[in-house]
């Protein structure tokens, strides 16, 4: 699978390279600014990319801007963000697009590697990843009206594995319970959301999370 | 009782002449340095009405700062030149401090009253300088002509040259010359110093800042000091910010990357591993290099350990310039004052290391009236420029924030000075 990196940091930057190509992705270009990163996008037609938030020349949020810009040219490019630390309203304008093949994780969880090349396996393949933080944030900020309070724990477990990108069956090997188990959790998350049941992969994901935002 | 033995008699009847004398070159020169500032402030006359005029229509509005500063340098010069005339610190400044939008910034210049009181200064110093200058140099150069020309009045070849209501055509004459040379000299020695302080206090008195300030401007003057401190804790806390992103916490990312390879490399071809524990080893190494310094950056622990005297003298010590210090009058500062003093050193010497080419640099620090003064002065070829990022907007701004103030002295040429005044606050 080709993939575009851009990271400034040169020590992160081979790290991950080294880190992706042993993991069986072929590293085309490997970039540290965003307008760089936009040419190697269009010249490799990468099947997913990898960008730091941050990038110069201001270190602000140059690398998200880029990854909306280079879907706004690519429609449905497969975006994986990374970031020092997580802000759920970036993570909003990451999906705004509804179109999936998104992923937003913190850094640090490239210490596991295997997880995190799985990450990026499923933003290749459309899906959604969500950093368990972002989940996190939008849980901790509900009003006390909100029917996110109505969730029970095992509920907002399920809801953040869904944002984190997982299906059904992975949902069922990590909280040790059977898929009929975890369909039903998940119908009663979208009956107290006062949402549609929709199985359809991402697509629930970006309907929870839109409603988390609104 | 008559006296038995009178007073030697002095050798010229009027007492004192030669110190008198011997001081008028001095006092000259400071007179050419009035003429000088005079001529100067009667060039920009024009600019200052026509900038006037322009600023009713808006045109001028631009124009208005490089015009102030210009002002605000030239009232500069005669604030230090009284003061060395009337033996004393140069006459104090008080600009509000200007910023903002172009037309905020005109605004800030148009209501400054230190500004207004330059403005109002500028046309009498135009008179006054010069005639000063004329009329004292005049004499002085007079007195010179005089006496002198019995040397040469012989060597000016067809006219001869005049004397004082006569043409000095022969020995005679010329001898009459001197008399009245010394004469002259008597008058210059008489005339110059009470022409000069007069002048100086005049400047004096209309460049000071009125000593009790309504509390209208000293609230200005406080809220501009706690934006400026603002400013520089947020400048501060996204420097520090900043650092630890790029700096530590990337270094830490990259163990934590390594780390993460090295199980991988366990996993499937452990030959592979030492090469990476070396990296993460190194990342980690680098992580704690620039924690370090970055605990170094908001607050130097050898203050607190060694106090300033002894936090400066470790930087002297490492500075590549040969650096003396001196802290004979330094007492204790409040925290916040002796951290700013610090950077202000360190960042100084740094820029002497840098930039000036200097083989020696001397760091004086006192305690003056509640003030903690520093003053560091290299002997190397001058002509900072502080515009050009060298460290001395950081210095203001750390200035700023403690009501204090930076001045840099920096001639083309050397030497280069710098003082900066922290009030301490008690």
Known sequence: ?214 | MVPTTREPRRPLALPGLLPALRRLPTQSGLLARAGAGGLLALSALPAVVVVGVLCLTGLGVPLLPPLMRGVRRLAGMERRRVGAVLGGPPVPERYRPVEGSPVARARGLLTDRAGMRDLCWLPVHALTGTLAASLGLGLALAAVNDVTMPLWWWAIPGRSPSGVGFAVDSWGRAAVMLPIGVLVAVLACALIPPLLRGQARLSRRLLTPPANRSVAERLAEVTASRAAALDAHAAELRRIERDLHDGTQNRLLAVVMHLGLIERALERDPEQAPPLVRRARQAATGALDELREVVRGIYPPILDERGLDGAVAALAARSPVPCVVDTACLGRAPAAVETAAYFIVAEALNNVARHSRAEHVGVRLANEEGTLVIEVEDDGRGGADERAGSGVVGMRRRADALDGRVTLRSPAGGPTRLRAELPCGW
């Open chain 1, 1 to 214: 699978m080709r993939v575009v990196i851009a990271e400034d940091d040169a020590l992160l930057r081979e790290g991950l390279t080294l880190l992706l190509a042993g993991e069986g992705f072929e590293v085309v270009a490997a970039v540290d600014n965003g307008t760089d990163f936009l040419a190697a996008v269009d010249t490799h037609a990468p099947e997913a990319t990898v960008v730091d938030v941050r990038l110069p020349p201001d270190f602000r949020d140059e690398g998200l801007r880029a990854a909306i810009e280079a879907r706004r040219r690519r429609p449905g490019l497969p975006v994986l963000v990374l970031s020092a630390y997580v802000e759920d309203r970036y993570a909003a304008e990451l999906l705004a697009d509804g179109r999936g093949a998104i992923g937003y994780l913190l850094k640090q969880r490239v210490g596991d590697v295997e997880e995190f090349a799985d990450a990026l396996r499923r933003v290749a393949a459309g899906g959604t990843v969500m950093d368990a933080e972002v989940v996190g944030q939008l849980l901790v900020r509900r009003r006390s009206d909100d029917p996110l309070r109505e969730l029970t724990p095992r509920e907002r477990e399920v809801l953040a594995l869904m944002a984190e990108g997982r299906s059904n069956t992975d949902l069922a090997r990590l909280l040790v319970i059977s898929e009929g188990a975890v369909n039903k959790h998940i119908r009663n998350i979208f009956a107290k959301l006062g949402l549609a049941p929709d199985e359809a992969g991402h697509r629930r994901v970006l309907a929870v999370l839109a409603y988390l935002n609104g």
